[in-house]
Nanobody, 118 residues
């Protein structure tokens, strides 16, 4: 059994910051890419950021320059530092990981709500 547990969401004012964390646990031999997607009400889920096992990153245009993805391989954890938040960043944020271990493939966390509002 492998699972992802997210934390760090919440309510923040426009211009504020939040840091999301996502820890993988269970029977894990290796984690390839890790990432964050988000889904706003009435919209499709979209990529926010990805990071490879070698720390190569890519970002959605809306996240570039404001969000930073990082990972701690020793802790099987991925982070998303979000700065200069805007109301349009309001969404449920889902982490994901491409895992090799008790299962093989991409798994998803349960999601954490981020609300940007004054």
């Amino acid at each position: 059994q492998v699972q992802l547990v997210e934390s760090g969401g919440g309510l923040v004012q426009p211009g504020g910051s939040l840091r999301l964390s996502c820890a993988a646990s269970g029977n894990i031999l290796r984690i390839n890419s890790m990432g964050w997607d988000r889904q706003a009400p009435g919209k499709e889920r979209e990529l926010v950021a990805r990071i490879s096992s070698g720390n190569t990153t890519n970002y959605a245009g809306s996240a570039t320059g404001r969000f930073t993805i990082s990972r701690d391989n020793a802790k099987n954890t991925v982070y998303l530092q979000m700065n200069s938040l805007k109301p349009e960043d309001t969404a449920v944020y889902y982490c994901n990981a491409d895992v090799v271990g008790g299962i093989i493939g991409v798994i998803w966390g349960q999601g954490t709500q981020v609300t940007v509002s004054s």
